[in-house]
C-alpha cells in the first residue's frame, strides 16, 4: 500500500564521507521528488527536490538521482558533516497538492 | 517569528474525549495541509485546503474535521477520540496550489489513553 519506501531505518557514516540514502517508489505517475530533513522535535524542512523529467539535481553538498526505468531515488551528501546528523525522508508528488512519504531513514554522522 | 506553528506540542487524553489542535502561519500561504505521522514513521496526508477551500480529503474518519476560519489557519478538530489516533499530527503550508515545497510545524504528539 506505501507507495514511497526507505528500505534502510538508519545509516551510521563517518565524517567526511559520502552518505547515500535510498527511496524506492511504485506509482510512475509520480511527477516531482522531494527530499526532507527532520530533528527531534521539529517539523520537516525542505532539502532539495527533482522533477521527474530530471536525473539529477545538485544544491551545494546534496544530489539528488532519480532513475526512473527503477522508480528509484537516492540522496547523496558529500561530505558529510555531523550537523547532517537527522532523519531523511523522501517524498513523492503523486497529483496536485497530494504528497506520499516514505518511512524516513536516521543518519548519524560521527565525528 | 515561527512560520508554522501549531498548539499544542504535546495532549494526552482519554478515550471519547473531544480535542482540537491549531495550526497557524504567518508566510502568506494559500496551501495548508495535515499530516499524520504514524507508529511506523509515515507521514500521510490527511487533508488539505487551498484559500479555506477543502481540496483533499483522504480516507479519514470522519470524526476528524479540519476547520480553516481564514488561509492563515488550520484547525483539526477530532471527535470521540481512539486509542489509533495516538500519533504525531503535523501542519504544513506552502505558497499555493500546486507548489512541491511544503513548511512543516513542529507537530502534535497526541496520546490518547
Known amino acids: 500500500d506505501q507507495q514511497v519506501k526507505q528500505n534502510s531505518p538508519s545509516l551510521s557514516v563517518q565524517e567526511g564521507r559520502i552518505s547515500i540514502l535510498n527511496c524506492d517508489y511504485t506509482?510512475?505517475?509520480?511527477?516531482?521528488f522531494l527530499w526532507y530533513k527532520k530533528y527531534p522535535a521539529e517539523g520537516p524542512t525542505f532539502l532539495i527536490s527533482?522533477?521527474?523529467?530530471?536525473d539529477k539535481n545538485e544544491d551545494g553538498r546534496f544530489t539528488v538521482f532519480l532513475n526512473k526505468s527503477a522508480k528509484h531515488l537516492s540522496l547523496h551528501i558529500v561530505p558529510s558533516q555531523p550537523g547532517d546528523s537527522a532523519v531523511y525522508f523522501c517524498?513523492?508528488?503523486?497529483?496536485?497538492?497530494?504528497?506520499?512519504f516514505g518511512s524516513g531513514t536516521k543518519l548519524n554522522v560521527k565525528p | 517569528d515561527t512560520a508554522v506553528s501549531q498548539t499544542p506540542k504535546y495532549l494526552v487524553t482519554q478515550m471519547g474525549n473531544d480535542k482540537s489542535i491549531k495550526c497557524e502561519q504567518n508566510l502568506g500561504h494559500d496551501t495548508m495541509y495535515w499530516y499524520k505521522q504514524d507508529s511506523k514513521k509515515f507521514l500521510k496526508i490527511m487533508f488539505s485546503?487551498?484559500?479555506?477551500?477543502?481540496?483533499i480529503n483522504e480516507t479519514v474518519p470522519n470524526r476528524f474535521s479540519p476547520k480553516s476560519p481564514d488561509k492563515a489557519h488550520l484547525n483539526l478538530h477530532i471527535n470521540s477520540l481512539e486509542l489509533g489516533d495516538s500519533a504525531v499530527y503535523f501542519c504544513?503550508?506552502?505558497?499555493?496550489?500546486?507548489?512541491?515545497?511544503?513548511?512543516f510545524g513542529q507537530g502534535t504528539r497526541l496520546t490518547v489513553v
Open positions: 527533482i522533477s521527474s523529467i530530471k
Open positions: 506509482n510512475s505517475m509520480f511527477d516531482y
Open positions: 485546503y487551498n484559500n479555506k477551500e477543502l481540496i
Open positions: 504544513a503550508s506552502s505558497p499555493r496550489r500546486g507548489n512541491t515545497e511544503a513548511f
Open positions: 517524498a513523492a508528488r503523486g497529483g496536485v497538492n497530494k504528497f506520499y
